[in-house]
């Protein structure tokens, strides 16, 4: 399911929770519950994308005056380029496999993306690197949460003990380490050992 389907669907109650990376918005804290936020402990930028070829040719916002820049649909980034770069072109794109198919072929000159999606495309692409521009972003879009339908209180108040308790349990960055690992990005812990996926437990409860 899509990245923005997966909110239709959460409002029209045709799913009960929604979880795709999303951030806290205007928007979506008028048409949804949203639980509380929630932070694997990466660095949470926004960063821009390009080809390898034009590496530090789009590292301002100068650089990028009339030129089409990418960000998924529905996304914080969609908005967020729209707010650091109102003198680019916006292009919206429904999935980041389609949206870096686009940039290779020339359908924007960069993709806005956020630095965990990043470092995967990075990993797995040898011909794209970051711009080296950050886009700015008020800190009440940090973190993420979880989508819920509106008025779904009891729902989401289970949903927030959930969170509460992977957070006391130090989970976040467990989980988040093996999913980095598993996408191909090199994690390391502070001895220096890198981190292996173990799956045995993952997601498991008591």
């Avoid at 729209?82 to 359908?107: C, F, H, Y």
Wanted: proline share 1%.
């Amino acid at each position: 399911m899509s990245f923005d389907a997966c909110q239709t669907a959460t409002s029209m109650g045709a799913i009960d929770i929604a979880l795709s990376g999303f951030s806290w918005k205007e928007d979506r804290a008028a048409n949804y519950n949203l639980s509380d936020n929630y932070h694997t402990g990466d660095p949470d930028e926004h960063i821009l994308i390009t080809l390898k070829e034009n590496e530090g040719k789009y590292a301002t916002v100068d650089s990028l005056k009339g030129l089409k820049v990418g960000a998924q649909i529905a996304s914080l980034q969609e908005a967020l380029v729209k707010q650091n770069l109102p003198d680019s072109e916006l292009v919206v794109v429904t999935d980041l496999t389609t949206a870096i198919m686009q940039l290779r072929n020339g359908g924007f000159v960069a993709l806005a993306v956020h630095t965990g999606n990043a470092e995967a495309i990075l990993a797995n692409n040898d011909d794209l690197v970051k711009s080296g521009l950050i886009l700015e972003c008020d800190d009440k879009y940090k973190g993420n949460v979880v989508l819920l339908k509106k008025g779904n209180d009891a729902l989401t108040e289970k949903v927030n003990e959930l969170l509460a308790k992977a957070e006391s349990e130090g989970l976040y960055s467990k989980w988040y380490a093996e999913a980095k690992s598993i996408s191909g990005i090199e994690v390391f812990y502070d001895d220096g050992n890198e981190i292996k996926p173990e799956s045995s437990d993952v997601g498991s409860s008591d």
